[in-house]
């Protein structure tokens, strides 16, 4: 399709995130939209698509082994929307399409190489992400074969024509010695390694020899930094002169002219140094080392005994640069300057700015480091001094003469702070690291100063060392401290039963010294008491809660009650009950209650028990199937127990309304026919007895045969029910029962059928009682009934 025929349309958004970079740009291509998402870092990242069921792309997902500093907004245009996440310490870019996407891994740099082959990578530095509507614009996809030979593709007649290095004058340049590069690259190192005498040296034998060398500019800027370092500035001047005259556009001119007005203050010309200082902060603000040179000017104020302007500085470099050097270099001045104006808290501030970003800083100017840590310590701040301490303690040599004090210093001076577990690390390095050094004595007293103020990590290694002071030190001082302590830290990590244990102990201790013996003890019984009750371990919830009258907060009051009936302290119960019935909470009203009705009950107090259910009734009874519903059932059990069988006859209707036909309420239902055969109600026997037959054949359970089956064939039988006494006595039939059961069901069978005119099936069963137990009663009866 003819180019002329594309109009395109660009929007174009990058955003800079650590390395990563994201671009998105939109286009048209035969007046179809499409957009285009790169995504480029100096490491390799993977992406991947994710595909549906009908193999379209529904979403990208890009990982990055780094996380942002800040968190990305949500991006989006017509064609994707792009968002960021973090799961475990890996950040994931998620693209997902508004219409149709492809992805594409960027191998080839086009500019830089010639050749290119299908290259199907995870990995890349560079992909690209097409968002389009129906059809991939400019590229087609082919299918290719898996037996394919993959060829790569030159495109050599396409090179641009190459000359080399021109000169100056346009020329091109030829280099037939390469000595001058490696000496170059000797320097750099020379640098590198603080080797300035032989740097210098190296420099000035290059010019001799190489006089038109190409590197004359890099070679003077070398020799400048040299004598920066050496701090020969007369020199510096001299050769930054010239540099600057002829090579006025090099990429250092901006080190060069902060040195040089360095220099220039340092040897006294002032008005000089404010020169190249207007021309560094001028023409190059924005470089780091217009952020050096306030640091440079600052320092050459103070030297002339000017305080105030230097900390503007100082504040100005910090605040500007983003450059650790520079930020650290600063923040180390500005302390100083805090510390000579006693603004300790300030000059703090600063030292842990420093630790925190660059400690090494403290190691690499050690002698200006170990000054100021004196002037912390010597102010009272010893967690300033001990930063300090610490910076370069863990920075230097092991050999280096300051080591063992600098060891010591960690430990004594945390020892004095407020920081007494990190003291007790730190004096615990010194002693294993030098066992027979000059300090040990004296680190050994501050440890065992720490013993009683340190909380170590492991609990069990400290309850060892108590224990051991204890037997070592009985009756003295240190022993009865240990006792204390051990009995504080039991409580503190929860084992109040075994703190609890030391009671006889604890009260031999001096009440003077040690007057919060008793607040020790109700603790641990209180921990002790709630812990059993997590444990439902109910004998020592009673056992504590008797011995030392203890009495929880409301929370405790359910496992408590329940404790207390479960191990018959049925006063306790009753007091637990008897605190919460004017609960303003309706709820925990019927709750408790419904437990104080149950603590009565168990109790006798059997009017408490009628009169409480009948309130409970009164507070439940528009709830459908209410949980205190079993209240019914505790009514009758009493009126049961009072023999009040009028009373039993009512309330097992209620109980029947609550729940049914219920298997619980068997032996209810046996009480009741029991008041009905007492009363000759056959009536109320037969309704009951039917309801427990009914319960046992749902069941497959027969608790109540044949004491039931009996009953109620009685019932039947006085109301010439013969027809149903019969099915009643039959069903015993395929029930398990004794001899002498078998004979009376065997007989009761004979005696209705004869009723019913069956002779034959009579005298059937009549022989059945009597080969059931020849010699029971049943079994005369039935013989008599034989010969009749």
Same mark, same amino acid.
């Given at each position: 399709?003819?180019?002329?025929l594309k109009a395109?349309l660009?929007?174009?958004l990058? #955003?800079?995130?650590f390395?990563?970079e994201i671009s998105?740009?939109?286009a048209k291509e035969?007046?179809?939209?499409?957009?285009?998402l790169?995504?480029?870092?100096?490491d390799k990242?993977?992406c991947q698509?994710?595909r549906d069921d009908?193999n379209?792309?529904?979403?990208? $997902?890009?990982?990055?082994p780094? %996380?942002p500093?800040?968190?990305?907004?949500?991006l989006?245009n017509s064609?994707?929307?792009i968002?960021?996440?973090?799961?475990?310490?890996?950040?994931?870019l998620?693209?997902?399409?508004?219409e149709?996407?492809k992805?594409?891994?960027?191998?080839?740099n086009?500019?830089k190489?010639d050749t290119?082959? &299908?290259a199907?990578?995870e990995?890349s530095?560079?992909?690209m992400i $097409?968002?389009?509507?129906?059809k991939?614009p400019?590229?087609?996809?082919?299918?290719?074969?898996?037996?394919?030979?993959?060829?790569?593709?030159?495109?050599?007649e396409d090179?641009?024509p190459?000359?080399?290095?021109?000169?100056i004058?346009g020329n091109p340049v030829?280099i037939?010695?390469v000595?001058?590069?490696?000496e170059?690259?000797?320097?750099?190192?020379?640098?590198?390694e603080?080797n300035?005498?032989?740097?210098l040296?190296?420099?000035?034998?290059?010019m001799k020899e190489?006089?038109?060398?190409?590197?004359?500019?890099e070679?003077?800027?070398?020799? =400048?930094r040299v004598?920066?370092k050496m701090?020969?500035?007369e020199?510096?001047?001299?050769?930054?002169?010239d540099?600057?005259?002829?090579y006025? &556009?090099?990429?250092? $001119?901006?080190?060069?002219l902060s040195?040089?007005?360095?220099?220039y203050g340092?040897?006294?010309?002032s008005?000089d140094?404010d020169?190249?200082?207007?021309r560094?902060?001028s023409?190059?603000?924005d470089s780091?080392y217009?952020k050096?040179?306030?640091?440079?000017?600052?320092?050459?104020?103070e030297?002339a005994?000017?305080?105030s302007?230097?900390?503007t500085?100082?504040?100005?470099? =910090?605040?500007?640069t983003?450059?650790?050097e520079?930020?650290?270099?600063?923040a180390?001045?500005l302390a100083?300057i805090?510390m000579?104006?006693s603004?300790?808290k300030e000059? *703090?501030?600063q030292v842990?700015?420093i630790?925190k970003?660059?400690?090494?800083y403290?190691s690499?100017?050690?002698?200006?480091s170990?000054?100021?840590m004196?002037?912390f310590?010597?102010?009272?701040d010893y967690?300033?001094?001990?930063?300090?301490?610490?910076a !370069?303690?863990?920075?230097?040599?092991p050999?280096?003469e300051e080591y063992?004090e600098l060891?010591?210093?960690i430990g004594?001076?945390l020892?004095?702070s407020?920081n007494?577990?990190?003291?007790l690390?730190?004096l615990?390095?010194?002693i294993?690291?030098f066992?027979?050094g000059?300090? #040990?004595q004296?680190?050994q007293?501050?440890k065992d100063?720490?013993?009683?103020?340190?909380?170590?990590e492991?609990?069990?290694?400290k309850?060892a060392n108590?224990?051991?002071?204890m037997?070592e /030190?009985?009756g003295?001082? !240190?022993g009865d401290k240990?006792?204390?302590?051990k009995?504080?830290l039991l409580?503190a990590e929860?084992?109040? *039963?075994?703190a609890?244990g030391?009671e006889?102990?604890?009260?031999?201790?001096?009440?003077?010294e040690?007057s919060?013996i008793?607040t020790?003890?109700t603790?641990?019984? #209180?921990g002790?008491m709630?812990? %059993?009750l997590k444990?439902?371990?109910?004998n020592?919830?009673?056992v504590v809660s008797?011995?030392y009258k203890?009495?929880? &907060?409301?929370e405790?009051?359910d496992?408590?009650?329940?404790c @207390?009936?479960?191990?018959?302290d049925?006063?306790?119960?009753k007091?637990?009950?008897?605190?919460?019935?004017k609960s303003?909470d309706?709820e925990q009203?019927k709750?408790?209650?419904y437990?104080?009705?149950k603590?009565?009950?168990?109790t006798?107090n /059997?009017?408490n028990v !009628?009169?409480?259910s009948?309130e409970?009734?009164?507070l439940?009874q528009?709830?459908?199937?209410?949980?205190?519903?079993?209240?019914?059932?505790?009514?009758?059990?009493?009126?049961?127990?009072?023999e009040?069988s009028n009373?039993?006859?009512?309330s097992? *209707?209620?109980?029947?309304k609550?729940y049914?036909?219920?298997y619980?309420?068997i032996d209810r239902?046996?009480?009741v026919?029991?008041?009905?055969?007492e009363?000759?109600d056959n009536?109320l026997?037969?309704?009951y007895?039917?309801?427990?037959?009914? #319960?046992?054949?749902?069941s497959?359970?027969h608790p109540q %045969?044949?004491f039931?089956?009996?009953?109620l /064939?009685q019932a039947?039988?006085?109301?010439e029910n013969?027809d149903?006494?019969?099915d009643?006595?039959?069903?015993l039939d395929t029930?398990?029962l004794?001899?002498?059961?078998?004979a009376?069901?065997k /007989?009761?069978l004979?005696?209705v059928? @004869?009723?019913?005119w069956?002779d034959?099936?009579?005298?059937?069963a009549?022989?059945?009682a009597?080969? *059931?137990?020849?010699a029971?009663?049943?079994?005369?009866l039935?013989?008599?009934?034989?010969?009749?």
């Amino acid at each position: 399709m003819s180019h002329l025929l594309k109009a395109l349309l660009f929007i174009f958004l990058s #955003i800079n995130v650590f390395a990563l970079e994201i671009s998105l740009q939109g286009a048209k291509e035969n007046h179809q939209s499409y957009s285009t998402l790169h995504l480029s870092d100096k490491d390799k990242f993977l992406c991947q698509e994710f595909r549906d069921d009908f193999n379209s792309v529904v979403k990208i $997902v890009c990982a990055f082994p780094k %996380s942002p500093a800040q968190k990305i907004q949500k991006l989006q245009n017509s064609f994707f929307e792009i968002d960021s996440e973090i799961k475990k310490e890996t950040f994931f870019l998620v693209i997902k399409p508004f219409e149709k996407m492809k992805l594409f891994p960027i191998v080839f740099n086009l500019v830089k190489e010639d050749t290119v082959f &299908s290259a199907k990578v995870e990995l890349s530095n560079r992909w690209m992400i $097409v968002g389009y509507k129906d059809k991939l614009p400019y590229i087609e996809a082919q299918e290719k074969s898996d037996a394919a030979i993959n060829f790569p593709f030159t495109l050599g007649e396409d090179k641009f024509p190459y000359v080399g290095s021109l000169d100056i004058e346009g020329n091109p340049v030829h280099i037939k010695r390469v000595g001058d590069v490696t000496e170059y690259i000797k320097i750099k190192k020379l640098y590198e390694e603080k080797n300035y005498e032989f740097t210098l040296e190296l420099i000035n034998d290059i010019m001799k020899e190489y006089p038109d060398t190409l590197f004359k500019p890099e070679l003077l800027f070398y020799k =400048i930094r040299v004598h920066s370092k050496m701090d020969e500035n007369e020199k510096l001047i001299e050769v930054a002169k010239d540099y600057l005259r002829e090579y006025s &556009s090099d990429e250092n $001119v901006p080190e060069v002219l902060s040195l040089l007005a360095k220099s220039y203050g340092k040897v006294g010309l002032s008005s000089d140094a404010d020169y190249f200082y207007d021309r560094l902060f001028s023409e190059h603000s924005d470089s780091v080392y217009a952020k050096w040179g306030y640091i440079y000017l600052a320092e050459s104020l103070e030297a002339a005994g000017n305080f105030s302007r230097p900390q503007t500085l100082y504040e100005k470099a =910090i605040r500007e640069t983003d450059n650790i050097e520079v930020a650290v270099e600063a923040a180390f001045r500005l302390a100083k300057i805090h510390m000579s104006s006693s603004k300790i808290k300030e000059a *703090a501030e600063q030292v842990d700015k420093i630790a925190k970003a660059k400690a090494d800083y403290f190691s690499e100017q050690k002698f200006k480091s170990l000054d100021m840590m004196y002037d912390f310590y010597d102010s009272g701040d010893y967690i300033s001094a001990t930063t300090i301490a610490k910076a !370069i303690f863990e920075h230097i040599d092991p050999n280096d003469e300051e080591y063992e004090e600098l060891s010591r210093n960690i430990g004594i001076w945390l020892s004095q702070s407020e920081n007494k577990k990190e003291a007790l690390e730190a004096l615990n390095n010194y002693i294993e690291r030098f066992s027979d050094g000059m300090y #040990i004595q004296e680190v050994q007293v501050a440890k065992d100063s720490l013993f009683f103020d340190v909380n170590d990590e492991n609990a069990s290694s400290k309850l060892a060392n108590y224990e051991k002071l204890m037997d070592e /030190y009985a009756g003295d001082s !240190i022993g009865d401290k240990a006792i204390y302590e051990k009995a504080k830290l039991l409580i503190a990590e929860g084992a109040f *039963a075994d703190a609890l244990g030391m009671e006889t102990k604890l009260l031999k201790l001096d009440t003077v010294e040690y007057s919060d013996i008793p607040t020790l003890i109700t603790k641990a019984a #209180i921990g002790t008491m709630k812990q %059993s009750l997590k444990d439902k371990e109910c004998n020592s919830v009673l056992v504590v809660s008797s011995k030392y009258k203890i009495e929880l &907060s409301a929370e405790w009051d359910d496992g408590v009650y329940e404790c @207390a009936m479960k191990g018959a302290d049925f006063e306790l119960a009753k007091k637990m009950a008897d605190k919460n019935l004017k609960s303003k909470d309706l709820e925990q009203r019927k709750k408790w209650l419904y437990r104080y009705i149950k603590v009565d009950f168990a109790t006798g107090n /059997y009017s408490n028990v !009628i009169e409480a259910s009948k309130e409970l009734i009164t507070l439940t009874q528009s709830e459908v199937n209410s949980p205190y519903r079993d209240v019914y059932r505790y009514i009758f059990d009493t009126y049961h127990r009072l023999e009040n069988s009028n009373n039993m006859i009512e309330s097992i *209707a209620d109980v029947l309304k609550a729940y049914g036909d219920d298997y619980v309420d068997i032996d209810r239902y046996i009480a009741v026919m029991a008041v009905g055969s007492e009363k000759k109600d056959n009536n109320l026997v037969i309704e009951y007895g039917e309801r427990v037959m009914s #319960i046992q054949r749902i069941s497959a359970s027969h608790p109540q %045969s044949p004491f039931v089956e009996f009953t109620l /064939y009685q019932a039947y039988t006085d109301k010439e029910n013969y027809d149903r006494a019969l099915d009643v006595i039959k069903s015993l039939d395929t029930l398990e029962l004794n001899s002498t059961q078998r004979a009376r069901q065997k /007989y009761l069978l004979g005696s209705v059928l @004869a009723k019913l005119w069956r002779d034959d099936e009579s005298q059937k069963a009549y022989q059945e009682a009597i080969d *059931a137990e020849p010699a029971s009663a049943w079994a005369k009866l039935a013989k008599s009934a034989k010969e009749i």
